[in-house]
């Protein structure tokens, strides 16, 4: 329910203006006291809610996971979450997936359909690949085709220049480094297609927990890159999602 | 001349394997010395010689704009520039533009078709003004329709609700901000689409030069927002552009 | 006109909905393309528009405070702005001041009244002084009664010590303090009348342009205090007012 | 015994100069060597002594307790403290009660009488729920009415526009956030109440231990906000009775 | 006139209980609203008042100045200054002295005697000069004698090690440098006389402002070194007259 | 043996060059590979040779010890080390003595005499005690009086104010604070003694780890302070230690 | 095979344009899908492919190793492991060995000549070892002779300049040290041999996790020092080998 | 002379023990009180003395040189000038040159024979050109061939493979980049020859004024790279010249 029908149901004397003040305020989200599940999302911005497993303790998360149960929620996605907080979900939604490496789970009774192009996630080292595989699982969850090329550091450049056909091939490229992370400005600098940079927490020393990579990538000389926070592989895939929603091309 | 044809030339005995060689040495750029213009961009990334006016002196501008008029470009943008840089580039290109609020030159002899879906500016403050001019001429400038939507912040949001309607008919959007750079997160909470997110230096004291706007942005609370460096419009014009070719909406 | 009388209106059929999405689209701010004025903000957040003069033209200024004019404001607040923009001002509203040492222009056609309770602005140091008139003048501007205490930092606690009676006089309490910024603890620990502490850009190597003392204000071992921005006198009169206001004692 | 007093006790012969200089340096504390509890802080700054538990054994919050029983105190908060803490706590005080979500022991032997206005503290998210209860328990502790509208961060709108009528009816908002810290902008630019907003360390990477949230708040946009340590719900919840002492409103 | 005196003065009933209230308000400082000198200070902390000149205009160094000679102060140092205000000074004190290279005024109508021992300034580079010329005179305005070793950084430890004799006739040594500080740990390795290191904003890029000399000084390996702010040449001549004052050896 | 008597022998012909540069090589220190332990440290600085316990294996400081014991040495200082290791060298120097609070072991065989002045410990909070132990137990060990006076915070200035006879009393003041720190520029402002200020890591949020409390000291308002590195208190003590062996008064 | 011979290869159409393309692409590296193994590496860059073993788990050390294996290698170095992971690679190869003080596992089938020469590792304290042993073997490792000069930090000026003799005899110089790091500065004064400076994160408070001792040798007063890395001892060794490589001395 | 000779000569009754320590303290430098010069700087570390002229007055400059001149040095170097002091210089020696682009006088009366392997300057872009200059500059003046290829940063990695044939002649590699500074990693992965990085303070924003270039050459995924401070052109060259005397290779 839009705010444009809850007007257009006052304007026809359906509703009175109490029960259309009300009615925006109730708009579908409900009110755990400690969370607000916000089902007007998926409409609102095109994506489930999606829950931040972090910090949430597992009565937190059995409390929002029931409650969309309730409200008959089909595909949801938990994050940076533990197999405890899996079992419980598994008990609601038996269906539901675990993925160790990147501690996901997911629910998918009604898969989105991969209808869209090609997202490949470029990594620099072997270490990265849990933030990595965030972002292939939340793409792949949000219905794309999603392809992994791992460890080809700018270190040894012919191991990325040896498959420049996944640059050409893709609608949006992912591209995951620690360190220094200047593979987002050699992958940048080789494309005309948006690259979305998540710098990771991987290294030590100066690498400062990651900020290192993130002002590194922040700073490319390649442009048309943008740069989400550090190891947020979610957030990568859903804004890869979102720019190749935009272009419909399988 | 791309890698391919060179190797199929030199496959047909058309070229030896010591001019092969020297092709891909001498493949389409130029070296000034000062400079090494790649004539090989447009083809490669799909973006015109992008000239960055900070830190080059006059004669340096001079001289790249010259060469690449000897090489027939069309279309070029200097960024970053001054009055005086653009009394040079007008003797070379008579037509060049100026524009003094992001100070930017622009060549469009042959100018990019504007075929391509909308591109909306949202800025917190008044004060933004030239980050998102840059962002907007640089989006023009590459063939887009660009809206501007400015003086937003958080702190009035009835400004920004008003405008819904520019959220929704665009297909990407940038968002301008400075302080604590709020409006990122909440502009990213409106929509599924893309979200490029320019922090600004304006402000004083603990926005750390712009730092503070940066990190908020980073930080944001809503996914789908990817973030270019301080004050970077032409970065976010020129990814929104690669973005938006994506699409090919109108 | 708040949104419950349009939605009223809208159900008397006074309006129709293409009417009442307007009028909530267009309640009252006015865009000047530059800068959306908001004018509604009086009744919203009691306090007249505000206009943050640093990083504006001279251009913007006057449209800004001409559209005001003409829109019958009668108390306005420009910061951080010149004697330039002053005579601008003074041009619209012939009885417009100017603050030299904080560099504020005040119109106050139909002043508010001084009927709250006593804020005092305690200073560590004489160059302090900016901040604290800065404070001073917005607070006295917003209808406050206003004492300075000037130069009692730390080093000298007797100086403090010698004026408690200003402590307990006050509702409200503003510290501005550079350097260790220590004078916030200190009078936080002597009071429980709310404190907000102002740090200062003022001092020299390892107080990072004000961050020391900001960092040293909000780890105050004295609770009861809170921080605004480095050399946000403006917020802290603003703050000072809000808090004042709840208390309606003289 | 105020300073006063013992002057008048001097002047009238009652008390020597010695007796004088003495009960001066002897004012209502009491040195335990590892601390020294300052009995004249009720009086001083209306609110009894603290105990701060982070960094203390159990040897020394037994000591303090003791001596504070041994004195007769009523009202008690031991802050940031454990279950083998509490467990110490009700040996001597029996009723002692424990908040494990927020870690604060309350004893309340003679509770303040809550007879003031309103405040409400707004979370951004789920996981910020520890340090608005400190913030809670703490006000309530003091003799505050509290709301809690939690889960409601500016990536959700509606959420919080839902719950307007808080912002309208409470004396003090506090606002706790996380991450890029926005909804304290987004609640001050809705409200002419004080805003205490407290950032917190919740998120990762570029959060910086909540560095970035507290940046955010300090830059805020909206006016008329002040700020508190990072996780420091404790601090908030006691400004905010500093200020609704002051109003009086029930 | 200590309070002490004026409890005694009480006792005998030579002051009533509001003169004595009185009398401690207004011990020995004097408000000039901009500034409250504290005359009280000499006695209290051995030190005549130093004047900051740093963000004073000139009209408020001569108020204070002017003050002072009211007060018959003899000796007075002004720091950071310029040559427009030592002429306002000279005005009021014929003799006054002016060290351009530091930029301090002095005025020693009565000397302090130089019955003190030996302090001895070094420093790494020549560039160092105008800090450790304030330290220079700031020790000597306070009765030191004062040698200088300066250029004497540990990139050419023979020039240190030639100078060996100072080290031992000294009592305390100031250490001024900037770039990598590493002399404070050098000198402090070869004496257990007290050392005052002085980091300097000389150098660039990863110096940081002097932020990276004075980490590295804090982070000495060798023990017995305390650390001023950077460039604070005055606070080590004031703490090296401090510590030089209990030896008593001449 | 002294580099000047090497000379004199070899002068004399009781050594030969090949000799006395062997003499110089081999200054009474001993390389045990991992440690190289510097007898001439007593002569050249004063002090004995102190072990850094934090990172040494039990192996390396049972061999150092144990070397020392060898070379007869009498008094000995591990800090930051563990009951394990006080186990070892209670088998070596069977009257050693464990300090658990700071974590120091002591060898006293022949002890310093305590012939000079006294020193006080101010500290601003009971969590403090680990670190100004740490400087209590160095400076008595160095042979020097000291006296404690713990958690006089500013927040509850009259703590402070009741021990002034301390202040008066004592040669050296060491003032021991985490948080904001700004007890260090209270006590110095209300002395003409030297005050080593030692900023500690207690505290949480914006405290950083004790860089926010470091900082305030260095920006002390009061001259007269010289800062060590955080939860440095035995370098506080070491240094103590030789401004009072300076002054010689008991 | 180089990209010569391949395009020699083509030219004398012994391969087709496909397969000189193939063979581009699939020079010799093999991807494990978690990591790409650069057998091209030893050839291109010198040195045999070493494995970062921080953040790698155990099946992917024993996937790597195993494939070096099936490939021949015959020299293998695995930095920051575990015994467990030299168990696995103890399995394949029986001759590896590992150092517990730097947690190195080398295998050295046939090891590279020691026919270089000197390197010498200079450590400021015992607690460097770790980071110095990790130079030492990475270097002996690729074929130099190394030798130690350990806990010769700056405080005891003597014990550095007794072992200057192994600054004579060195081709290149490691300098190892945390805290103020000064001991590069002062080995670089000393010699025109290359020193390469390797910060420690050894320290606590103000040593900020090695990043003063890093800022201290990147603004070393010595020219010719280069910096790796906080604790990077095997890019230090490793750096080392190649200047070493280059002098071709024994 | 040096220290073995002079205990020769006092060995040999040549000279008395005063005579020794008097050469031993005063071995060729000479104090000009604001300066020390080491005349035993060139036989000491191979390198004639540097002045850095930053910060010097033209006073201080002329004074050095011409004392210089008395010593009759023959090879001078001043970095970071001006000018005018050029002008002074070449009052003293005519044959003195300026080169405007890095600031650098060179006086070459007896100019370093070239005969050493070649050093190439590689930069990421043409505002680099200052900083890269400087490296030239210094390498020619100590007797090396340099190569210029410049404005080869990785956006346009063709730009580099193109002039792979310098990396292969080279002995050592100089790479001087701003923004990101990932020029470094991918020259750094194409050899093993020893590069030296030299970050610049190119860029805006996030580039806090080249550190973030400097934390991405120290965080370098390519092994084999040392780092020099932020625009330390000079320390580069110098740094490359001992690496490059060592190989004696033409």
Chains 1, 2, 3, 4, 5, 6, 7, 8 share one sequence.
């Not at 997202?119 to 792949?140: L, R």
């Amino acid at each position: 329910m839009d705010i444009t029908s809850i007007l257009q149901n006052l304007k026809d004397g359906r509703i009175s203006v109490e029960e259309a003040s009300g009615q925006i305020r109730y708009m579908p989200f409900e009110d755990l006291k400690y969370a607000m599940i916000d089902y007007n999302r998926e409409l609102r911005v095109g994506c489930p809610e999606v829950i931040y497993g972090e910090g949430k303790t597992l009565e937190q998360i059995k409390g929002i996971v029931a409650n969309m149960a309730k409200n008959k929620a089909e595909n949801i996605l938990v994050t940076r979450t533990t197999k405890e907080a899996y079992a419980i979900v598994k008990e609601i939604y038996p269906n539901a997936k675990y993925y160790p490496v990147c501690r996901i789970v997911t629910v998918e009774e009604n898969p989105f359909p991969k209808n869209k192009g090609l997202i490949t996630v470029f990594s620099a080292g072997t270490v990265d690949m849990p933030v990595c595989e965030e972002a292939v699982v939340t793409a792949e969850f949000l219905g794309n085709n999603v392809e992994r090329v791992y460890d080809v550091g700018v270190a040894g450049l012919h191991r990325l220049l040896s498959r420049l056909d996944k640059v050409k091939e893709s609608n949006v490229l992912i591209v995951v480094a620690g360190m220094e992370g200047a593979l987002a400005s050699v992958v940048g600098g080789l494309t005309d297609k948006p690259v979305i940079a998540v710098p990771t927490s991987m290294g030590y020393g100066a690498n400062l927990g990651g900020m290192s990579a993130l002002l590194s990538m922040l700073n490319s000389c390649a442009s048309g890159v943008g740069v989400v926070n550090i190891d947020n592989g979610f957030g990568a895939g859903y804004l890869a999602n979102n720019i190749n929603k935009l272009s419909g091309k399988l």
